[in-house]
């Protein structure tokens, strides 16, 4: 499989989640809303909760309208998150994906409601009206598991929780078992419910399940032991965020704890215990999976 391949794939797979969050982000929402909505979610980002819900579901040969919705339900969370994450009483933030934050271009109020909205829309995305339009057809029994598994993600045990940590953390150092909890928290369980929401959309015995948790457990953690890394080492117009905020604001992170080069280290041990379990798991096609874990502790932005 070569790099053209995948880009070939992902291209492909982002086109459909873009053109289906521009149709289902409303640009009509009362007092402008819509437009703060629409500048939050489309048009940036990477998307790696997307092209992992789609690569699970394909892996598993599951229902593609009911996948595609779950990873634009997972990418509306994830960029909820954002604009809630780079308000003033949070990590107050002025940049990110390369241009002002949300509550920068429109306020701090429409912000706030921004996500909000953007939260809710999430689920109905997951939840879609089937007697009004028939090829949205996804079985109600899918629809509640999916729902189930964004949102214990999303709520206290998962993101938020996490956010709480990381708030409550500044300026106080954590041993690594902590600041792991903290970041499977935080970011690490959106991305694993990526892949186990694509993973409910087909048929999965329990062995397979279980792997996938795995992979999505370590492919969370190392994309966040890489943003620590790239946080120290690349300028915020690589990132399209600002650079050295965790070190300004005194938090915690994988390289003040371990040092960068160990911290680089741990990333690509991680992305090996995921590449392990995704032998494990006897799927039939995970090449995609497999070169997503790679792009993780590969990036540079």
Not at 236 to 261: E, F, H, I, R
Request: aromatic share 4%; net charge negative.
């Amino acid at each position: 499989m070569t790099a053209a391949d995948f880009d070939a794939w992902a291209g492909a797979q982002l086109a459909a989640v873009e053109d289906c969050l521009g149709q289902w982000v409303p640009a009509d929402a009362p007092a402008h809303l819509g437009t703060a909505m629409r500048y939050a979610v489309l048009d940036g980002g990477k998307r790696l909760r997307p092209l992992l819900t789609l690569a699970a579901a394909h892996a598993v040969g599951g229902l593609r309208i009911a996948s595609l919705r779950a990873a634009c339900a997972v990418e509306l969370i994830h960029a909820y998150s954002l604009v809630h994450d780079d308000m003033p009483c949070m990590d107050n933030d002025v940049l990110r994906r390369g241009k002002p934050t949300v509550h920068v271009k429109f306020g701090e109020a429409p912000a706030m409601l921004a996500g909000d909205a953007m939260q809710a829309l999430a689920f109905e995305v997951l939840t879609p009206d089937a007697p009004s339009n028939p090829e949205a057809t996804v079985p109600a029994a899918l629809q509640a598991k999916l729902c189930g598994l964004l949102a214990r993600a999303a709520g206290h045990a998962g993101m938020a929780g996490g956010q709480a940590i990381d708030l409550a953390s500044v300026g106080r150092p954590l041993d690594e078992q902590s600041l792991r909890d903290m970041h499977h928290r935080k970011t690490g369980a959106l991305l694993r419910a990526s892949v186990m929401m694509g993973a409910a959309c087909g048929d999965v015995d329990a062995a397979a399940w279980s792997a996938l948790e795995v992979y999505g457990n370590s492919i969370g953690l190392a994309f966040q032991v890489i943003d620590d890394v790239l946080d120290v080492t690349q300028a915020s117009d690589k990132l399209g965020k600002t650079a050295g905020k965790d070190v300004d604001a005194n938090k915690p992170t994988y390289v003040s704890l371990m040092g960068l080069d160990a911290a680089r280290r741990h990333a690509f041990e991680l992305r090996d215990q995921a590449h392990s379990a995704l032998a494990r798991s006897a799927l039939r096609d995970t090449v995609w999976l497999g070169l997503l874990a790679d792009k993780v502790v590969e990036r540079d932005r």
